[in-house]
């Protein structure tokens, strides 16, 4: 039974996440002790499911253009050419975190405008730096035999890097990866302060209008995202890390 009960709580959790933001009605009894006079429970100004799915999609075209970034900057300056680079690419994948968000949304919004853009370049630079990291430590920490076999077997370095070196440090990748989507999560909330659609738009009215119950939906579906998809890429890690260890054996 204890080996269930995490899975059930997930499973639960999914179970939760899904009826709140396709019918959020039914969690009004329970969020009514939280308004004042008379105030709307439930968030009325647009739908939580549409805002859900587009605040995901702001997320995964944010890490997707972070993961090819930082994953290229990591092979490049890996090979012998590319090696003098390593000091100007980690200045690169540092400037997101230099910067807070909110000085790169008012940095953005002049040269992009309003809308998505601005905080998707927020959330670009926001990733690169855990993936980049992660990318290179699995790159410079694979097997010194399994290297040295994959160039005496013949390969040229094309075919070592998308046969041997690339699938062994995936699973080092892939957390990257996840540290990245769940930071984005948390930070494409203020997206919505430059008109982007995202969760934060729940939170900034409840902020407005003095109302807990909309700051706490925004803020219990970021959270339940943030461990749902923490929890199914961790998964996914250690599925990789298993079948990578099996086939270097």
Do not use: C
Not at 16 to 38: M, R, Y
Not at 66 to 93: C, N, W, Y
Not at 104 to 132: D, N, R, W
Not at 210 to 236: E, K, P, R, T
């Amino acid at each position: 039974m204890k080996a269930w009960l995490p899975l059930l709580l997930r499973l639960a959790l999914v179970v939760l996440l899904v009826a709140f933001i396709t019918s959020p009605g039914w969690f009004e009894p329970l969020l009514k002790p939280l308004t004042e006079n008379n105030a709307p429970v439930i968030y009325n100004q647009g739908s939580l499911l549409t805002l859900t799915l587009l605040h995901l999609r702001t997320v995964l075209i944010a890490t997707v253009a972070a993961t090819i970034v930082a994953v290229a900057l990591a092979i490049l300056v890996t090979r012998p050419a590319g090696a003098e680079f390593l000091p100007l690419s980690r200045s690169l994948v540092n400037i997101g975190q230099t910067f807070p968000p909110v000085a790169v949304l008012a940095l953005a919004v002049p040269a992009v405008g309003f809308g998505e853009k601005p905080t998707l370049i927020a959330l670009f630079l926001y990733g690169l730096l855990p993936i980049f990291e992660n990318a290179l430590t699995g790159l410079t920490t694979l097997p010194a035999n399994v290297v040295e076999a994959a160039r005496g077997a013949g390969m040229t370095g094309w075919q070592r890097l998308t046969k041997v070196e690339l699938p062994l440090s995936a699973p080092i990748i892939l957390g990257g990866i996840r540290l990245s989507v769940v930071i984005s999560l948390a930070t494409a909330t203020i997206g919505s302060t430059v008109a982007a659609r995202t969760l934060g738009e729940v939170i900034i009215a409840g902020l407005l209008s003095n109302n807990l119950a909309f700051i706490l939906q925004g803020g219990l579906i970021v959270a339940a995202l943030a461990v749902l998809i923490y929890d199914g890429l961790s998964a996914v890690e250690r599925y990789a890390a298993r079948r990578m260890g099996r086939e270097a054996d």
